[in-house]
């Protein structure tokens, strides 16, 4: 699936890999009664209450401005062993031929930004290919220059910090096969004009944002809010983030800098409309206009 808008100059298109649900309760610190005292703002996009269960959709978005067309996150990928995810263990979604629908041939496009190292967020980084009876993990962008987080390549690298038997998985497979393309960076990097990432750290050690200026400003988020319910509660941490603490501060900040330039805030993983321009309402922040795209 597929939609497009535009940003200013920019035009920005939004292509799903796979959704699926999980557990209200990885938000710990959120009561019971809160999912209903926000239900006009989650209900029925965002939030399953009969199930207890919150939406996630995984998706890229593809963003053309300053004669670039840059992939913030790759989702997925088909074909992984994930067996500390098993929902996205061995996905076969279609996504590539999806992002061909769209109008972006692989070879085309110039920037791979991962916000973040996660499994849910590099994983098209790479393809299988068959070579001498062997599949082998090769670069699915071929021309592009791909820009990792120098903090989340030391946390999650195989004897990193944040190694996993998963995380090494997910090295091995969508990370360390693009190396010859990777540019490690920190803090602030300019992209282009209209592009620069700038340091969101609290989900992972590296999680960075990507802001976009060209008439219409925007900040692509990754993960730093993985519900709406974050809206209206800043502060309450999801069980994937690696330093809750940091990453309600992080979120806090960008937050409130969105609000005050009336950017919209596009995050990885919500469904609906995808992302929203947010208003400050005392200590916390409501919507005050979804992005123009079809709800999901």
């Not at 809750?244 to 995050?267: N, Q, S």
Request: hydrophobic letters at 40%; charged letters at 25%; aromatic letters at 8%.
């Amino acid at each position: 699936m597929t939609d497009r808008t535009r940003l200013g100059r920019a035009t920005l298109t939004r292509v799903v890999e796979t959704r699926f649900r999980v557990r209200t309760s990885l938000f710990a610190q959120t009561p019971p009664d809160a999912w209903d005292e926000h239900a006009d703002l989650l209900d029925p996009l965002f939030v399953d209450r009969g199930a207890d269960e919150w939406k996630i959709a995984v998706q890229t978005w593809v963003i053309e401005v300053d004669g670039l067309t840059v992939l913030v996150d790759t989702g997925v990928g088909d074909g992984r062993q994930r067996p500390h995810m098993p929902p996205l263990d061995h996905l076969d979604t279609g996504f590539l031929a999806a992002l061909t629908d769209a109008g972006f041939a692989p070879d085309d496009v110039d920037v791979v930004i991962n916000t973040h190292l996660h499994t849910d967020h590099v994983g098209w980084n790479t393809r299988s290919v068959a070579t001498d009876g062997d599949e082998k993990w090769v670069p699915t962008f071929r021309n592009a220059r791909y820009l990792m987080p120098a903090a989340d390549h030391r946390y999650f690298c195989p004897d990193g910090d944040g190694a996993t038997d998963g995380m090494r998985l997910v090295f091995a497979d969508s990370i360390a096969p693009v190396e010859a393309q990777t540019e490690l960076f920190a803090g602030d990097h300019q992209l282009s004009e209209s592009l620069w990432l700038r340091a969101a750290p609290g989900h992972t050690p590296g999680s960075s944002v990507l802001w976009l200026d060209a008439g219409a400003p925007a900040v692509f988020v990754g993960d730093l809010t993985h519900c709406p319910i974050q809206l209206p509660r800043p502060d309450d941490p999801c069980a994937f983030d690696v330093d809750a603490g940091a990453a309600a501060a992080t979120r806090r900040r960008v937050f409130t800098e969105a609000a005050r330039r009336r950017a919209t805030v596009i995050p990885a993983h919500y469904p609906g409309h995808g992302g929203a321009t947010i208003a400050a309402r005392g200590a916390n922040f409501a919507v005050d206009s979804w992005l123009e795209l079809p709800p999901i």
